[in-house]
Structures are given as C-alpha cells and as structure tokens.
C-alpha cells in the first residue's frame, strides 16, 4: 500500500488533471480500503484543497489557493521544505499568500519549535491553526476575498510594530533584469510594504513562474536575499538571479515513479514507495 504522502500526491494528480473524481474509482486507483481512502480525503478538505459530495472528491472551487495548491503539489512541498530549511527554531518570520507559502508554513510547523509567522493571509493562519509549537499573528487591513489575504496602508501599518528576520512570498511571474511580478497592484503594494519590514526577502515559486510575466512588479532582484523553485527554471533567469547576487536554491524536478496501473483518460499514475 502507498504510504500517506504519495496517495495524496497521486489524488491531487488526478483532481489537478480531472477537477473531479468518484471515489470509487479513487478507490480502486489506490488499491486501498474506503475507510483508508474517507480519511486521507477528510484531511484534504479539512485543510481547503479538496470538497467531497455525493461520492464524488473535486477541487475546491470557493477556495483560490486550496485549488492551485493542488497543482504540481509534490513540487511544491519539495521547495517549501527546502525553504523550511534556512529558519531556526525561536524566529520570528513573515510569510506572505500562495500556495508554496501555505506548504511553507505548514513544514515550519511540522519541524520547527516556538516560531512565530506574522502573516496578513487567513488562508495561511487557518492553514496552521491546529498546531500548538508555532505562533501565528494576523496582520489587519481591508479584506480581499479571492485571494484570503488583508492588504492595505493598515496590514502594512500592523507590520511596522514587528521586527522579522525573513519575509518569503510568492510570485505569479517575472521579467529579466527587474525582478518578480504578481498580477494584482493592491496585493504588491502591501508586499512591498511588509519587505521593508524585514531583514531579508525570500520568493518561493515554481520555475513555470519564470516564463511568465505579471501586471505588476512585485520586488526588485537587489532587494532579494535567495530564490527557492526547481531545477527547471529557465537558464536565462537563472543567471539574472546569479547576476544580482541572489541566492539561488533549486529542488530537483525529477520524481521516481513506477508503472502501477492505467486509470481511463490518465497516464500511469504511480509512486515508488518510500521505505
């Protein structure tokens, strides 16, 4: 039987591919018991990536990030563990909105000790709200629905009463010789606001990210301390960062997959298990 972490990678594949699924035929995909499958189902939803009605396992729709966490999930948790890496137990960090991020601080909370994540996104404190060894202050400002963040003069305003050592957000592009990009001004003027705040930037983002480009500038490559994505980020971008003295942290983009059964409509999905 696949162990947690890769049934939920194979499930999220299929709703990422499909947007919905019986659970029947997640039943038989897995191999695995109803009851096994009811409860790796009901964490999912619990923690907003998937809702669950009439037999049937789909994608989120009321909720924007919960829904793009489900894409290239194992990736993502790839570089929110890589990231996870360079914070120590005892800091006080500021995580921004997205998907990456969301993974980010839940890993913090998995493998870290008395940490405090000062955030102006309510996905990401309800994300983490059941783990008791880390702290979560919530920044206040004019709510934006489709994104779960607080943005505005007061988010940035609550911020400035903080002192963080690491602020790392996400990014919905980037464009060669100025930096990352996102595709809402309110949202970027609240980041560029909570970047003051700290000692050093961090951007948590797939390499797919790198091939396209926002509406907005986000942050200024000289105004980042180290990048975290995959070994498939374009060898142009690649050597901007390395260029502008940015740390360049790369997860590698492979993953080790056995054959193990065709599913109508899907290429073979299966995991190698980890021992």
């Known amino acids: 039987m696949l162990k947690l972490l890769h049934r939920t990678v194979v499930i999220l594949d299929i709703l990422a591919a499909r947007k919905t699924v019986k659970i029947a035929e997640l039943i038989e995909v897995l191999n695995i018991s109803y009851v096994t499958l009811h409860k790796d189902l009901e964490k999912l939803e619990k923690r907003g990536i998937i809702k669950c009605t009439h ?37 006080t960090i500021m995580v921004g909105s ?13 493998t870290r000790r008395n940490i405090t994540v000062i955030t102006n996104s309510i996905f990401i404190a309800n994300f983490i709200n059941e783990f008791n060894n880390i702290k979560v202050i919530l920044l206040g400002g004019s709510y934006q629905p489709d994104s779960q963040v607080v943005i505005g003069p007061l988010a940035i305003n609550c911020a400035q009463h903080f002192h963080s050592s690491k602020y790392f957000l996400g990014t919905d592009g980037f464009i060669k010789g100025e930096g990352f990009t996102d595709r809402d001004h309110l949202r970027v003027e609240t980041a560029i606001g909570l970047a003051k705040c700290a000692e ?49 942290h790369k997860v590698s983009l492979a993953e080790e997959r056995i054959k193990w059964r065709k599913f109508p409509g899907l290429p073979p999905i299966l995991y190698k298990e980890k021992e």
């Open 55 to 91: 037999g049937y396992a789909g994608l989120n729709s009321d909720n924007n990030i919960g829904r793009r966490m489900a894409f290239f999930y194992q990736l993502k948790q790839k570089i929110a563990k890589a990231a996870a890496q360079i914070v120590e137990d005892g800091e």
């Open 200 to 248: 050093n930037v961090f951007v948590l983002t797939e390499a797919a990210k790198f091939k396209r480009r926002g509406t907005c500038s986000l942050i200024q490559l000289d105004k980042i301390a180290g990048v975290f994505t995959d070994d498939s980020i374009p060898k142009e971008a690649e050597n901007d960062l390395i260029k502008n003295n940015v740390a360049l």
């Open 98 to 110: 997205g998907s990456c991020c969301a993974l980010f601080a839940e890993e913090l909370a998995l």
